[in-house]
Every structure is written in structure tokens, then in C-alpha cells.
């Protein structure tokens, strides 16, 4: 009976991302009422999956849900976020040589470029927001889009097709560390068993997968001490990261305070700073002829990025208790605020590890938490590094809190779209609800020995 209901419970899962194709994928409140129902629905079913396949996964069915709904997912327009819009434009810009962090996309020097990806992106009047090395993924799939079709179409799929290679060669590292040390395949069925990584990921285009191969290579070099060179090697794939997308670089401070002395300190960070200068060379080397122009304008693209803001619960607290404290430009500084008490808290966590002895990659997944919830805009793909990071710590509270960020979406489940700021605090309060209960170990989800993890 077991046998049949495993089987059951994974046809069921497999084919709900399917269904995701049948709702009209043209973002309208009615639609994404359907999407929030179905996804919440398949979220539970994954956890079903989870609780019957936790105590022995196998290779077959690890294989059977990542190419299944991967393919599945493909298909889908990218109708809940217009960010892959950009990538492509940004992509094709930079292969005809333009410098997109000095110059903003619609530039009229770029007008022969506007595609049907320009007319579609959003923040058309700023500068490209993407650290270089991101870009450089767009570039190639621009390159490869250029000589097969000039059709949107076309240029989603071979991005999509870029994204799935990188989600795929990280996880068959995570999958080759924890066959060599004969551990359970219970932290891959998790990542797989959350829709959230397929629908943000392949499904929605996001680049957060473009992470998951150098996030694999960072956890395995950490935890194996007798890597040649490890620290060099760190400190690059650190800078790498974080010349992806800009917050996942804060991994090097509990890297570096765990598991390093003096010595190893130092020349991770001469290794992370050379590469981001190596990676940024391009771009910004105007600076040594005294062209600012490229470093400017995306330090003003920051700027305006850090100042605007979705489902950043912490920052409606800042803007409450300055407005109220009659601060002039509250709703100026209330993010500066946000991110000085992120700073503090990164800092201040990774010495707690240190002094309680935690694990370096259960660290890793509280500094990523705290950078990417402490923060003016927190997305719902801005979780799939914490969900990778933190399945392979088996994080219990990760189905849940993956489920409920997904609900952020119901802003556009109205009619004008809009941020619900009384929803919005409850949906964060459940969140951390499920985060405390799984520090204090009171969430029970799966079957078999949960304890045996990457360390």
C-alpha cells in the first residue's frame, strides 16, 4: 500500500507542473489567483512527496522530478516577472559592444537594438543592474541567440537552456559529494520537493540558478580541508558569486572567520579581490583614464535599486519610526538604515557562529537568510540560494517558508495591483514561525535519520 501511495503522491506532484501551462500567461488578477491556488496546492504536494521519499531517495527519482518539471516549466512565459526581459536585451547590447552600467538601455545611440525583449523590460531609464559576470552569462546566451534566430522565443529558450545546465551541474555536484560519503540523497529531494526553485528558476528565467554550480563547489571545498590551495580557491568562487548577484558574497565573512587563520584570510581576500577586478576590467577600466562614467552610473543604479522596495517588511518598520520621529527624508534614509542594520547583523551572526562553534554551512545559510530578509525588496526568487544552501543542511522549515513567499504574489491578485502591508506582516510573521520552530527542532516532516548531513 506504502509502495502505491509513493508512487501516486510523485505522479501527482510531477504532472501539477504541468498544469502550471494551462493558466493564461498574461499577468491579470484572475490568473494570478489560479497560479496562487495551484501553487499552493502543489507546495503541499511536495511535501507529501518529501515526507514519503525522504528516508530513500533515489538516483531514478531525483532524475524523474528535476528533468520532468524542469521540461515542464520550460514552456511557461515568463508572465509573473519581466527581469529575464532585460537579461536578453542586456545580453545583446553588450555583444554589439555597448557599456550598459554607462549607459542606460534606452539610450538613442542603442535605438537600432530595441527588440521585442527592450519593449518588454522594465527600468529602461537606468543603467544595467546586473554585476558583470551575470552579464557575461547574457552575452554568451546572446551570442548563441544571434546565430540561431532572432525570434523572443528563440532567445528564452537557449536562456532557459543555460539556466537548466547550471541548476543541473550543481546538483549532480551536490548529488557526487554526498554519494562519495555515503550519505543520504534526503537534501535533493528537498530542493526538488519545493516548486518555488522549478517556477523562479527555469519557469520565471531568473539568474539566481546561474549561482548553483560555484555555490556547489564553495560547500564542498569548505567542508574538505585537504583541497590544494583552498582558500585561493574560495576567495574566487566568493567573488564569482558576487559578481552574479551582489549579496551572495557576504558567504566569504563566515568562510573566512570559520574556518581560516590570518594567513588563509588574507589570501582568500587577495584571491576574491583579484577576481572581481579581473571580472569588472572591462566594463569599468574607463576609471584609469579618468571615464568615471561606467562606475557612476552603476553606482547610481544601486542607489535608486536599494531605495525602492517589495514585500520589505523591515523597511515599512524604519519608514513607521522615522516618519513618526518627524525625520526629515525618512522615506530617504529608512533604506541606508535597512542596510546598516543588515551590515550589523551579518557581522554579528558570523562571530555568534564562530563563538558557538557552528557548522560553516549551517552559517552560510543564516547569513544568507539575514541578507536577503533583511532587505527594501525581498523577491520570492531571492530564495532559491538560501532553499540550495539550506537543503543541504536539511532545513526543515524551507517548504514552508518557500510556500508562504510565494503568496507575496497576491499583491498582483487585485485589481489595481497592490502591496497589502497588513497581509504582507503576516505572511512574514508565519515565516518566522516556521524558522523558529525549526532552530528549536519542532518541525517533523520527514522519515528516517536526519542528522546525517554535509559538515
Not at 563547489?217 to 566568493?238: A, N, T, Y
Amino acid at each position: 500500500m506504502m509502495f502505491q501511495a509513493r508512487h501516486l503522491a510523485l505522479l501527482v506532484y510531477v504532472s501539477g507542473f504541468f498544469l502550471y501551462g494551462l493558466i493564461p500567461q498574461v499577468r491579470s488578477a484572475e490568473h494570478v489567483s489560479y497560479f496562487l491556488w495551484l501553487h499552493t496546492i502543489h507546495a503541499i504536494s511536495g511535501m507529501i512527496v518529501l515526507r514519503l521519499y525522504s528516508a530513500n531517495a533515489s538516483p531514478l527519482v531525483l532524475t524523474i522530478i528535476f528533468f520532468a518539471s524542469r521540461i515542464a516549466v520550460t514552456g511557461i512565459y515568463p508572465w509573473l516577472s519581466d527581469d529575464v526581459f532585460g537579461y536578453l536585451f542586456y545580453g545583446k547590447a553588450t555583444l554589439h559592444g555597448a557599456n550598459l552600467y554607462a549607459l542606460t538601455a534606452d539610450d538613442p545611440s542603442l535605438t537600432y537594438l530595441r527588440d521585442a525583449a527592450f519593449d518588454l523590460m522594465a527600468f529602461k531609464p537606468h543603467q544595467n543592474i546586473y554585476p558583470p559576470i551575470a552579464t557575461v552569462f547574457m552575452t554568451i546566451s546572446a551570442w548563441i541567440s544571434s546565430m540561431i534566430s532572432t525570434s523572443l522565443e528563440q532567445a528564452l529558450l537557449i536562456w532557459k537552456s543555460l539556466l537548466f545546465l547550471c541548476e543541473g551541474l550543481g546538483l549532480w555536484i551536490v548529488f557526487y559529494a554526498l554519494r562519495k560519503r555515503g550519505l543520504s540523497f534526503a537534501p535533493l529531494m528537498m530542493y526538488l520537493s519545493i516548486p518555488l526553485t522549478a517556477i523562479e528558476g527555469i519557469g520565471q528565467a531568473h539568474n539566481e540558478l546561474l549561482l548553483l554550480p560555484f555555490l556547489s563547489l564553495i560547500m564542498i571545498i569548505v567542508i574538505d580541508s585537504s583541497i590544494r590551495f583552498r582558500e585561493i580557491l574560495l576567495g574566487g568562487l566568493c567573488a564569482i558569486i558576487g559578481m552574479i548577484k551582489m549579496y551572495p558574497i557576504v558567504l566569504l565573512l563566515p568562510i573566512m572567520l570559520l574556518g581560516m587563520d590570518r594567513r588563509h584570510i588574507f589570501k582568500a581576500l587577495l584571491s576574491c579581490i583579484g577576481v572581481i577586478m579581473l571580472s569588472t576590467l572591462p566594463w569599468f577600466s574607463g576609471i584609469f583614464i579618468g571615464d568615471m562614467s561606467a562606475l557612476a552610473g552603476y553606482a547610481t543604479v544601486l542607489s535608486f535599486y536599494n531605495g525602492t522596495y517589495f514585500n520589505g517588511v523591515v523597511l515599512y518598520f524604519f519608514r513607521w519610526i522615522f516618519e513618526a520621529l518627524h525625520i526629515h527624508d525618512w522615506w530617504l534614509i529608512a533604506p541606508k538604515a535597512v542596510s546598516i542594520v543588515r551590515g550589523l547583523a551579518i557581522i554579528g551572526a558570523s562571530f555568534f557562529s564562530k563563538i558557538q562553534q557552528h557548522g560553516v554551512l549551517y552559517s552560510m545559510y543564516v547569513i544568507m537568510l539575514i541578507t536577503v530578509f533583511i532587505s527594501p525588496k525581498v523577491h520570492s526568487w531571492y530564495l532559491i540560494p538560501i532553499i540550495f544552501i539550506g537543503c543541504i543542511q536539511v532545513q526543515k522549515s524551507l517548504p514552508f517558508i518557500s510556500g508562504i513567499m510565494m503568496l507575496t504574489y497576491a499583491m498582483y491578485a487585485v485589481d489595481p495591483p497592490m502591496e497589502s502591508i497588513p497581509f504582507e506582516v503576516a505572511l512574514w510573521a508565519l515565516i518566522g514561525m516556521n524558522l523558529y520552530l525549526d532552530y528549536k527542532g519542532m518541525l517533523y516532516i520527514f522519515n528516517g535519520d536526519q542528522g546525517k548531513v554535509l559538515a
